[in-house]
């Protein structure tokens, strides 16, 4: 193996390309969108994470990484483009099904093709395997073909695609072998070999299981409020049992994994899976849910100004895809009554379609700040960071502000059953 053609260079692809060139593999990057390119040749990034400019940079000055418009012949293929949702909540594999037409051309035999993004049960063998079968490669035996779903940590992104356990599932047991040895090159931990609808499964279920208990803590959130205790108090302490972690409540659920991910389990058995389906309507609820009790505080104000402050799905990154940040200020915004401004530091102008606020636009004269996401910039606000404040009251939806001072008040997500109307 000597070089290998990544296709997609979002949060997941351009990471996974810049470690392979790091690791001394010659390393194309594929993506249709030019400005990518053009950023990623100047050894330039177009998204935030930690420990990739530096990163970028020095591959692409080595000479180890480029990006181009087009695939190139290779000896390994990774496909790691989105699949998001339709309408109707079912899968979307155009784009793994784009990229995996648009290497065919540049297949040879012996070629190891991965699929790294997170797909539908059988897709693999269902849908890229006929791809590659119609232009005269035989998944069997000529071509190694298998899924190795990621499973990291935005934030955490470059340390998880080393350390952490990988499941490369091949459509034959030679194509794991083969593909789970691409990634044994450079990953610390185990690389275990399986069935491409095993791994496909697999990557689905975890971000399943972490949505149902999510979900959980969400629902506590709103049986809290209307039986009058702290949801935060309760999760701390139960989680004092050996065998107990409730996950913690928030605004809803979003990225490109939990908020969508479910959904194709859903796609493939819905009678079977009511209680996926049913954490799912909960963690949807939640943004109307936050809509609901800032119309609460606010019932007494003829005209009161809001400021948003977060609009990623988690913090400290600056990825806002199926943030329920996004969803809530949508619905703020359709309320004629209210003034609504949006900051979030790691947000570019260019990543929403509404105007963003510095964080002095947006905090003055405002009557209530709403936190949406865990920021280590809103964390560590004072109560004189408030000063410019009409009245100084906060909604803290991610349980992530720490200020004791009898001129703030402070609301959080679970503790809601003593809200009072804000007063001018």
Same mark, same amino acid.
Request: with cysteine; glycine share 6%.
């Given at each position: 193996?000597?070089?290998?053609?990544?296709?997609?260079?979002?949060?997941?692809?351009?990471?996974?390309?810049?470690?392979?060139?790091?690791?001394?593999?010659?390393?194309?990057?594929?993506?249709?969108?030019?400005?990518?390119?053009?950023?990623?040749?100047?050894?330039?990034?177009?998204?935030?994470?930690?420990?990739?400019?530096?990163?970028?940079?020095?591959?692409?000055?080595?000479?180890?990484?480029?990006?181009?418009?087009?695939?190139?012949?290779?000896?390994?293929?990774?496909?790691?483009?989105?699949?998001?949702?339709?309408?109707?909540?079912?899968?979307?594999?155009?784009?793994?099904?784009?990229?995996?037409?648009?290497?065919?051309?540049?297949?040879?035999?012996?070629?190891?093709?991965?699929?790294?993004?997170?797909?539908?049960?059988?897709?693999?063998?269902?849908?890229?395997?006929?791809?590659?079968?119609?232009?005269?490669?035989?998944?069997?035996?000529?071509?190694?073909?298998?899924?190795?779903?990621?499973?990291?940590?935005?934030?955490?992104?470059?340390?998880?695609?080393?350390?952490?356990?990988?499941?490369?599932?091949?459509?034959?047991?030679?194509?794991?072998?083969?593909?789970?040895?691409?990634?044994?090159?450079?990953?610390?931990?185990?690389?275990?070999?399986?069935?491409?609808?095993?791994?496909?499964?697999?990557?689905?279920?975890?971000?399943?299981?972490?949505? @149902?208990?999510?979900?959980?803590?969400?629902?506590? @959130?709103?049986?809290?409020?209307?039986?009058?205790?702290?949801?935060?108090?309760?999760?701390?302490?139960?989680?004092?049992?050996?065998? @107990?972690?409730?996950?913690?409540?928030?605004?809803?659920?979003?990225?490109?994994?939990?908020? @969508?991910?479910?959904?194709?389990?859903?796609?493939?058995?819905?009678?079977?899976?009511?209680?996926?389906?049913?954490?799912?309507?909960?963690?949807?609820?939640?943004?109307?849910?936050?809509?609901?009790?800032?119309?609460?505080?606010?019932?007494?104000?003829?005209?009161?100004?809001?400021?948003?402050?977060?609009?990623?799905?988690?913090?400290?990154?600056?990825?806002?895809?199926?943030?329920?940040?996004?969803?809530?200020?949508?619905?703020?915004?359709?309320?004629?009554?209210?003034?609504?401004?949006?900051?979030?530091?790691?947000?570019?102008?260019?990543?929403?379609?509404?105007?963003?606020?510095?964080?002095?636009?947006?905090?003055?004269?405002?009557?209530?700040?709403?936190?949406?996401?865990?920021?280590?910039?809103?964390?560590?606000?004072?109560?004189?960071?408030?000063?410019?404040?009409?009245?100084?009251?906060?909604?803290?939806?991610?349980?992530?502000?720490?200020?004791?001072?009898?001129?703030?008040?402070?609301?959080?997500?679970?503790?809601?059953?003593?809200?009072?109307?804000?007063?001018?």
């Amino acid at each position: 193996m000597e070089k290998i053609c990544v296709v997609g260079l979002g949060y997941i692809g351009l990471p996974t390309a810049a470690i392979f060139a790091n690791a001394g593999y010659n390393v194309i990057g594929v993506d249709i969108n030019e400005r990518v390119v053009e950023t990623l040749n100047k050894g330039e990034i177009h998204i935030e994470e930690v420990g990739l400019p530096e990163l970028v940079k020095k591959v692409v000055e080595e000479g180890k990484l480029r990006a181009s418009l087009t695939p190139e012949k290779a000896d390994v293929f990774i496909i790691a483009v989105p699949t998001p949702i339709h309408e109707d909540y079912t899968a979307n594999v155009d784009y793994v099904i784009a990229a995996t037409k648009a290497i065919v051309p540049y297949l040879e035999k012996g070629n190891v093709v991965i699929v790294e993004s997170t797909i539908p049960p059988r897709t693999m063998d269902d849908v890229v395997a006929p791809i590659i079968r119609e232009h005269g490669f035989a998944p069997e035996k000529d071509i190694y073909l298998a899924h190795c779903p990621e499973r990291v940590l935005p934030g955490r992104i470059l340390i998880e695609l080393i350390e952490n356990t990988r499941i490369v599932g091949g459509v034959t047991p030679e194509a794991a072998k083969k593909a789970a040895d691409v990634y044994r090159a450079i990953v610390k931990g185990d690389v275990i070999e399986t069935e491409a609808v095993t791994a496909e499964m697999s990557k689905l279920m975890e971000n399943t299981f972490r949505d @149902v208990n999510i979900a959980l803590a969400n629902e506590l @959130v709103k049986i809290s409020q209307r039986i009058g205790v702290n949801a935060h108090k309760v999760i701390e302490l139960a989680n004092k049992h050996p065998r @107990v972690n409730i996950h913690l409540p928030g605004p809803g659920v979003g990225g490109h994994c939990l908020a @969508v991910d479910p959904y194709f389990i859903v796609e493939k058995a819905t009678e079977e899976s009511p209680l996926i389906q049913t954490a799912r309507r909960i963690n949807n609820s939640m943004p109307h849910f936050v809509v609901e009790q800032i119309e609460r505080m606010t019932t007494e104000l003829p005209s009161p100004k809001i400021a948003v402050f977060g609009l990623t799905y988690k913090g400290n990154i600056d990825d806002v895809r199926e943030s329920p940040a996004i969803e809530i200020y949508e619905l703020l915004k359709r309320n004629t009554r209210f003034d609504v401004r949006a900051y979030d530091p790691h947000v570019k102008q260019e990543q929403v379609s509404f105007p963003l606020s510095s964080f002095e636009e947006a905090i003055d004269g405002a009557h209530l700040v709403v936190i949406l996401a865990d920021h280590n910039e809103f964390k560590n606000m004072k109560a004189e960071d408030f000063a410019a404040m009409k009245t100084k009251v906060i909604f803290d939806t991610k349980n992530c502000i720490h200020i004791e001072d009898e001129n703030v008040t402070v609301y959080k997500i679970g503790n809601l059953y003593s809200v009072k109307a804000i007063q001018e």
